[in-house]
């Protein structure tokens, strides 16, 4: 099975730098994904991670250690607009398993 | 490009109803497609994945199913629906090679009174 843990909070000021852990396990890992989901809306795609390193998306970045079975997604300048859940996801096979994801409150 | 459409947006139904939810993609060809369900407050849960037409993969014994009729449609049914199925139901799709990110629709919010 797929077992994957992130902290279930984290708040913090406009323009600061947010870092969500994402540890798992997993038999037949190909990859690491990061969705953004606000409230009553969808998951977003934010960055997929296959190879260990950083992947930057404009003010977003995404870390894989496949060693560690770690990643983390960086939040950099936040916005108020940037509050939401963040979900990592284990890409396995065909199928995402997703963590139970971290709320981020961004306050003025 | 591709787009994901999925209806209805909201769904109030009575219990023991049946459901039909529909997922369509445009812009691609054979996409691999998804159901997932998502209780108030929690991740997403995989209900079903389809690699093709008439391929259906079930990840939880539960009290729906799902068909693929078209290379491009996606249907979550149930006869008789159960309280324990209220929920956010969301369709995704990826390129249909293995292990690519997944893209998902904006979901129907289901009630089941």
């Known amino acids: 099975g797929q077992s994957l843990e992130q902290p279930s909070e984290v708040t913090a000021v406009e323009g600061a730098i947010v870092q969500i852990n994402c540890t798992y396990q997993t038999s037949g890992f190909y990859g690491l994904s990061w969705y953004q989901q606000h409230d009553g809306g969808a998951p977003t795609f934010l960055s997929y991670n296959a190879l260990d390193g950083l992947e930057e998306t404009g003010r977003f970045s995404s870390f894989l250690s496949r060693s560690d079975s770690y990643g983390y997604l960086l939040l950099q300048e936040l916005q108020m607009k940037d509050s939401a859940s963040y979900f990592c996801a284990v890409q396995h096979d065909y199928k995402l398993s997703f963590g139970a994801g971290t709320t981020v409150t961004v306050r003025a | 490009s591709q787009t994901i459409h999925q209806w209805p947006a909201t769904l109030v139904q009575p219990v023991g109803s049946p459901l039909s939810l529909e997922c369509t993609v445009e812009?691609?060809?054979?996409?691999?497609l998804y159901w997932y369900r998502q209780a108030a407050g929690r991740g997403l849960q995989l209900l079903f994945y389809s690699v093709g037409i008439g391929q259906i993969s079930s990840e939880v014994p539960q009290n729906l199913s799902a068909s693929r009729p078209q290379d491009r449609q996606f249907i979550l049914s149930s006869k008789k629906l159960l309280l324990s199925d209220s929920g956010f139901y969301l369709c995704?799709?990826?390129?249909?090679?293995?292990?690519?990110?997944?893209?998902f629709g904006d979901g129907t919010r289901l009630s089941i009174l």
């Open positions: 995704a799709w990826s390129v249909g090679t293995a292990n690519q990110p997944q893209h």
């Open positions: 812009g691609t060809s054979n996409p691999n």
